[in-house]
């Protein structure tokens, strides 16, 4: 991290690192109020647009069946893209396949990495659904470390903060991209950060931090602080599906828009770190929304097309009413890889009504049986995967 690097400003934030000589770490300003926020120049169509789909999102997800499904498979498609920015390589047909089987036999060793992911994203979205903003607390972060580091070979304690410097890029230090603040400051810079997570406007404040606004401020500032050892990156792709949620609203995943522009998501990020350019990266942030909204409904509308045609396919069976196939369908929505153990347990059936099941699904095409997994016949419903693997569009 360079000194002409960083703007006037923020080379006043800077202080040696120790043990590091000619080396220095930046702490980061306060996290930026509503009089500074709302006031930022050529931002109100974006996140207007961005606030616009986030409420045609609710509104069709109010009107879904069965929405829970669809979140199912959207939290899984975000824990894949989240885990692929930080370089690892299972697909999500691989981590569903891992949570049919409970083998890693065949799948990338990473597997388990991402479905941490999944656990961590779950575990808080229960959390904030059922106490709101105030979930958001210091605690509730090193949970979602914890979950998401156990059981991974890291050196540093999974759930706590850093105990010394860290830096990003760079092998060492004096090639780093950016360096966070230093340990010490870690604690004050991460209370700062905590009153934004629980921000709620007070009745005399004139000016309120659109949601949109706020998603792009706490990620930024998570980043900057950078408060764990490894993980950062995730953990801070999780606290935004986390907010929304805790407002009502249903998770929107930004991780594919993310990761498809991961060097423009990386550089807007430095700009807002090195030199405070907060209305640039809010302004890409605001497009990613958006983006991530458009392929949430899109997902949504396409898993409900699906459904309605396995419905009509099974009923076209000539089936007794009370058959197990008739659930399947739904089930297969939400876990679109399945082994007869899985369905069995799934459903409370027995398992050779599982296997029947399954095989006859297969014989219609609903489902394909995956090869190269010695231990177990796994099948998977090639259309929801197929729809799950499709790239992020957006505009600009």
């Known amino acids: 991290m360079r000194k002409t690097d960083l703007s006037p400003a923020r080379r006043k934030l800077l202080v040696p690192v120790v043990g590091h000589p000619g080396a220095f770490a930046l702490i980061p300003p306060?996290?930026?109020?509503?009089?500074?926020l709302v006031g930022l120049q050529g931002l109100q169509g974006e996140v207007s647009r961005a606030h616009t789909a986030l409420a045609n999102l609710q509104t069709?997800?109010?009107g879904l069946p069965n929405p829970d499904l669809v979140t199912r498979t959207a939290d899984r498609r975000e824990a894949v893209r989240s885990s692929q920015i930080e370089g690892t390589n299972a697909g999500i047909n691989e981590l569903l396949t891992y949570e049919a089987t409970g083998s890693a036999e065949g799948l990338p060793p990473d597997v388990r990495v991402t479905l941490n992911y999944v656990t961590a994203l779950e575990a808080g979205l229960q959390r904030v659904r059922a106490q709101g903003v105030s979930a958001f607390t210091i605690g509730l972060i090193e949970e979602l470390h914890a979950r998401l580091m156990a059981g991974v070979d890291d050196p540093w304690t999974p759930g706590a903060f850093r105990d010394r410097q860290n830096w990003i890029g760079g092998l060492k230090i004096d090639q780093a991209r950016f360096v966070p603040p230093p340990a010490d400051q870690v604690p004050e810079c991460m209370d700062d950060l905590l009153a934004m997570?629980?921000?709620?406007?007070a009745e005399e404040d004139q000016l309120e931090i659109p949601m949109v606004v706020r998603l792009a401020v706490v990620h930024a500032q998570?980043?900057?602080?950078?408060?764990?050892?490894?993980?950062?990156?995730?953990v801070g792709r999780i606290l935004m599906p986390l907010m929304l949620a805790a407002e009502g609203y249903p998770p929107v995943y930004l991780a594919g828009y993310l990761k498809d522009r991961q060097r423009e998501y990386?550089?807007?990020?430095?700009?807002?770190?090195?030199?405070?350019e907060w209305a640039e990266w809010i302004k890409f942030f605001a497009i990613g929304v958006d983006a991530a909204v458009q392929e949430s409904i899109g997902t949504a509308l396409g898993l409900a097309a699906i459904l309605r045609k396995w419905k009509e396919l099974v009923a076209g069976l000539g089936l007794r009413r009370h058959s197990v196939v008739h659930r399947f369908p739904e089930l297969?929505?939400?876990?679109?890889v399945l082994t007869a153990h899985s369905a069995k347990d799934a459903l409370g059936i027995s398992f050779p009504a599982a296997n029947a099941a399954l095989a006859l699904l297969e014989e219609q095409g609903i489902l394909v049986q995956r090869e190269k997994q010695p231990r177990y016949r796994t099948f998977y419903a090639r259309d929801v995967i197929e729809l799950l693997n499709r790239p992020v569009r957006a505009d600009s």
């Not at 997570?197 to 406007?201: A, E, V, W």
């Not at 998570?222 to 995730?234: K, V």
């Open 332 to 336: 297969m929505l939400g876990t679109p």
């Open 222 to 234: 998570f980043e900057t602080i950078h408060p764990f050892f490894d993980g950062n990156g995730r």
């Open 266 to 276: 990386y550089d807007a990020l430095a700009g807002v770190q090195l030199r405070g």
């Open 30 to 36: 306060l996290t930026p109020r509503a009089d500074q």
């Open 197 to 201: 997570l629980r921000y709620r406007p």
């Open 60 to 62: 069709l997800t109010d």
